[in-house]
């Protein structure tokens, strides 16, 4: 009897030690290295002098690439939500026997790793590649104009890069549709643009949620597509701290910026919840 | 004006749903689900469609809903062609089966739809008004999941009803709940039909329901209609052999028509000759089924007691089964087929015990002719063996 109650807490055991370990201790570090002097450095070791101050400085001298960061999130979020949900609903819906093949499709470019894929952007971008020549020969970009180098090609592939986590649980959440309650909407004088609203995509809540998150999360702390895309002008936050700990070494104002995006991820997470999460969720 | 008269139907001069449904077909792949079907659904009747699974009954519905696209043929309401019409410019709504409500809103927003997408003035007080005649005041803000079988049928039908639909399809709406509630609900419905008026189409695989609640039931099977007509012109007078066994009971004899008596037409099976009057027939010569229902067989002990004018066949008492209302014999007779016969459990005649020899009779009145052949052999299980009546009579009918 002891033995059966215990066993559910023995079960979580592993998992509590793991998360302990690898999240709770690294999180507790650098919230602690955040406040270390910033006058230390590797060499002389750093000094704990709760200096609440290096939040102000970092946010003074890295503003620009923090807000930058949630902009361009914000931007490959929704365009990856405008691209994902189409196919997610035709995959779901329309596709019947292909439904397999093209959600393998979608999750096909996973196979190969991420730093190659955005290389591979770099030379489809690149100036004297097809698409910038196509554009500037519709004169949709000026003759100079480019592409890479842009925050157009930052953008770009962070909503490349995390498609795929937008498609998924959109799929997931179009699949459990019932399609009688689409028969029963149009039964009840709803054009299909009305089905769509009042039907389909409150019911796809979950999914929308859910795709958001999972994308504009890890878009926020992406630095792969700022650096290999972008110049210094289009810098994320990520890149920020990239070089805070391993070019200037400056472990205070990188675990400083590292806990500001966190706490700012939290922020925005949750009020995104509580606008649309639980009505649709609960 | 909505407002005013909320829940009427059609108003006078205004068409009442009459539909119409010709040459109609429906194929998925090479299934076909509804084979050229020809129907007349008169204005404001209460129209029953009935047949057994996978007949096609739904797919018709789909199709008159605007839901599904026909292969072939005509939808007409009130002489207007609607078989393209897109199904939200149908003046037709339904009520689906396992009823499709929308989790996502609450009981109110459900029965509003329909109101909604149409701009309707003054949804609150025609929703209200719709909700309290199917007995759910008070239930607004509840979601579907919240409430029970009976309940989630309700706001289906509400939902529907609330629009005033000129045809009310409903696609075995009752299906989905246990045997008292659904008798219950039959009620129900009836009472609805009599305070909204409108044309009810519903749709079952319960002979029973569709018989209490229609005035007029069609038999549907492998997606053509078998027959149309009142419950009891279809019971009295069955059409074909899968209407006399789906609808009810019935004995079926296989034999063969030898002649003609005044009204009468002749029928020799199982070596016997029979007789039936040639209006209670549906085929004058060749090979034919002598039907006759249970209840109007009539079990005695020896041929002598048999009244005059009645026809017989002696038998024995195989199984007997109690019914509560009846007591069902299975009586093996001599000519070699099984009858089935139902004597009412009135308390006069005791109960016949297993073995004992009997003499089954019916007067001819009661008993129907049908085409053999074919149609006998889509009867299904319900029919007797195909046994050859013998060449030559043996012994001669009670007449
Ligand atoms: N969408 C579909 N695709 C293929 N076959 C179907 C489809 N819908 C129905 N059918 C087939 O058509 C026949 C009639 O189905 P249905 O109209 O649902 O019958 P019922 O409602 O009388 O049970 C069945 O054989 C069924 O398998
Ligand atoms: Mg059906």
Redesign the interface.
Known sequence: MRRGRALPYLLLLPGLLWLVLFFLAPAVQLAATSLYDPAGSLTTGYAMTWSFGNYPDAVAAYGAQLGRSFGYAGLATLAALLLGYPLAYVIALRAGRWQNLLLVCVVAPMFTSFLVRTLAWKTVLSDSGAVVGLLRDLHLLAPDGRLLATPVAVVTSLTYCYLPFMVLPLYASLQRL?P??L?????????PG?VFR??TL??SMPGVVAGTLLTFIPATGDYVSAELLGTPNEYMVGNVIDAAFLVRLDYPQGAALSVLLMAAILVLVVGWLRRSGPT?LG | MATEEPFHGPGPGEPAGALRLVDLTMRYGDVTAVDRLDLTVPAGSFFALLGPSGCGKTSTLRMVAGLAEPTGGRILLDDEDITRLRPYRRPVNTVFQNYALFPHLDVFENVAFGLRRRRQPDVAGQVRRMLSLVALDGYERQRPSQLSGGQQQRVALARALVNRPRVLLLDEPLGALDLALRRRMQLELKRLRAEVGGTFVHVTHDQEEAMTLADTVAVMNAGRIEQLGTPAELYEFPATAFVATFLGRSNLLAGRVYGRDGDDLLVQAYGRRFSVPSARARADSGEVLLGVRPEKVRLVDTPEQVPAGHQWLDGTVGEVGYLGVSTEYSVRTGAGVELSVFAAADGEAPRIPPGTPVVAHWHPRHAFLLHGGSTFRDAGTAAPPPVPPPPVPLSAGPE
């Open positions: 019932d009688r309650l028969d029963a909407a149009g039964d009840l004088f709803a054009r009305q009042r039907v409150p019911l649709e």
